[in-house]
């Protein structure tokens, strides 16, 4: 049973048009990152969810939002999409941070293409 | 710049075989390296992990093998599979803000 679901699979949206992918966990778990993923690239961090506390990686640029309404879900808002954000969106968990012995529970992806 | 490097974008490897897979990183302050495994069209699953305290970490056919002082870890899988043909990407840990800095990924391919 998937315990981190994310929505759609597929997107595809207009460039400059606002859209939001999202993402759930069954898990409980007190963090939720986001990472976005290109085309022969490693996975890079967009930000994080500690509970409520919300950290931003410095690189990540203000296009990108993110919010949880609660434990469960936590959604990647972008404000006016670029060509150059077609990407595949990861949304991963962890029980608490990332320390020994905690691994990071990862969805499918949603892959988004800007046209 | 890239602080996690896994130079081999690919790697071929007979059924039963040995498959060594290797990630390199830069920042000496990292202290914890995962492997996680990833099939087409599915998000990354966590395979294994190593803590900086140990050289090595055994699961089954997997072993980690860590070497703090050339800053490399591998990953060793014996005998391999067709099944475990997949993205292997290596992951370290990147300090108290819980962000994991991931490697671009080898593919390996197991044939029968």
């Known amino acids: 049973d998937a315990m981190v679901i994310q929505n759609p699979r597929y997107q595809v949206t207009q460039f400059g048009k606002p859209v939001t992918l999202s993402c759930s966990q069954t898990?409980?778990?007190?963090?939720m990152y986001w990472y976005q993923q290109k085309s022969s690239q490693a996975p890079k961090l967009l930000f994080h969810?500690?509970?409520?506390?919300?950290?931003n990686e410095a690189d990540t640029p203000d296009n990108f939002q993110s919010r949880r309404p609660n434990t469960s879900f936590c959604f990647l808002d972008i404000r006016s999409p670029g060509l150059g954000d077609a990407a595949m969106y990861l949304c991963?968990?962890?029980?608490?941070?990332?320390?020994?012995?905690?691994?990071?529970?990862f969805g499918q992806g949603t892959r988004l293409t800007v046209v | 710049d890239q602080q996690v490097k896994q130079n081999s974008p690919s790697l071929s490897v007979q059924e039963g075989r040995i498959s060594i897979l290797n990630c390199d990183y830069t920042?000496?302050?990292?202290?914890?390296f995962l492997w996680y495994k990833k099939y087409p069209a599915e998000g990354p699953t966590f395979l294994i992990s190593?803590?900086?305290?140990?050289d090595k970490n055994e699961d089954g056919r997997f072993t980690v093998f860590l070497n703090k002082s050339a800053k490399h870890l591998s990953l060793h899988i014996v005998p391999s599979q067709p099944g475990d043909s997949a993205v292997y990407f290596c992951?370290?840990?990147?300090?108290?803000?819980?962000?994991?800095?991931f490697g671009k990924g080898t593919k390996l391919s197991v044939k029968p």
């Open positions: 991963a968990t962890s029980r608490d941070r990332l320390v020994m012995n905690t691994e990071a529970f």
């Open positions: 898990l409980n778990h007190n963090v």
């Open positions: 969810y500690y509970d409520k506390d919300f950290n």
């Open positions: 920042n000496s302050m990292f202290d914890y």
């Open positions: 190593i803590s900086s305290i140990k």
């Open positions: 992951a370290a840990f990147g300090g108290s803000q819980g962000n994991l800095i």
